[in-house]
Structures are given as C-alpha cells and as structure tokens.
C-alpha cells in the first residue's frame, strides 16, 4: 500500500462516509434519509435529459 500525503481529502461516498473512513478513524456526521424524486415531462419544453422510463 502506498500512502500520499494532502493536506484536503474528499470523501465521495453518498450517505454512507462513515463506513469508508472508519479504518483511519476519521469521524463524519452524515445520516441517511429517505426522499423521493418526481420526473415531469411537459408539453412545449425542451429537456437536456429524458427522465428514465420506469
């Protein structure tokens, strides 16, 4: 394993930072909640993306 010194580190790791940083004893306060997400599709407005079709 090589270690590389910085003096910031970004943890990407959604909701659950906690479990990737608690072998280097590093402390996060993040918790997980439930959402939900709603996809419109509007007549007569252009989309950069298509919602996906469920």
């Known amino acids: 394993m090589k ?3 910085a003096d910031a580190v970004i943890a990407a790791a959604g909701a659950w930072p906690s ?3 608690e072998p280097i004893c590093a ?7 439930r ?3 709603m996809h ?3 007549s007569g407005v252009k989309h950069c993306q ?3 079709d469920w």
């Open 40 to 42: 419109l599709r509007l």
């Open 3 to 5: 270690f590389v010194g």
């Open 27 to 33: 402390k996060v306060r993040i918790a997980a909640q």
């Open 19 to 21: 479990h990737l940083l």
């Open 50 to 52: 298509s919602p996906p």
């Open 35 to 37: 959402g939900q997400i």
